[in-house]
């Protein structure tokens, strides 16, 4: 089973970038994904998730209306658009998998990715 998370990098406030989550070993149509992150000196907390059964979101308030999460079942493959990146967005971000439904906590999460840093300059 692996989740391999990509697409961070360093980008000025205001821009944007796309996240994605690669799995494999997984049924992913079966599978709920969130996006985490954990910015330094603060715990880790939720951002984004999609729901398998019917493609339903969760967003983090904080997040609401600048990033998207998408899924593509055919290629196995989770999506977070970020838009408008705020220096706050800086963290490394992270993709979870849950046989659960739809959950903003981490504990619910049961298979993690690697992580990728974003870095917002201001």
């Known amino acids: 089973v692996q989740l391999q998370a990509s697409g961070g990098g360093l980008v000025q406030a205001g821009g944007s970038l796309r996240l994605s989550c690669a799995t494999s070993g997984i049924t992913f149509s079966t599978y709920t994904m969130g996006w985490f992150r954990r910015a330094p000196g603060k715990e880790r907390e939720f951002v984004a998730g999609i729901r398998w059964t019917d493609g339903s979101t969760r967003y983090w308030d904080s997040v609401k209306g600048r990033f998207t999460v998408a899924r593509d079942n055919a290629k196995n493959t989770v999506y977070l658009q970020m838009n408008s990146l705020k220096p706050e967005d800086t963290a490394v971000y992270y993709c979870?998998?849950?046989?659960?439904?739809?959950?903003?906590?981490?504990?619910?999460?049961?298979?993690w990715g690697q992580g990728t840093l974003v870095t917002v300059s201001s």
């Open positions: 979870a998998a849950t046989p659960a439904p739809l959950s903003d906590s981490p504990r619910d999460y049961t298979l």
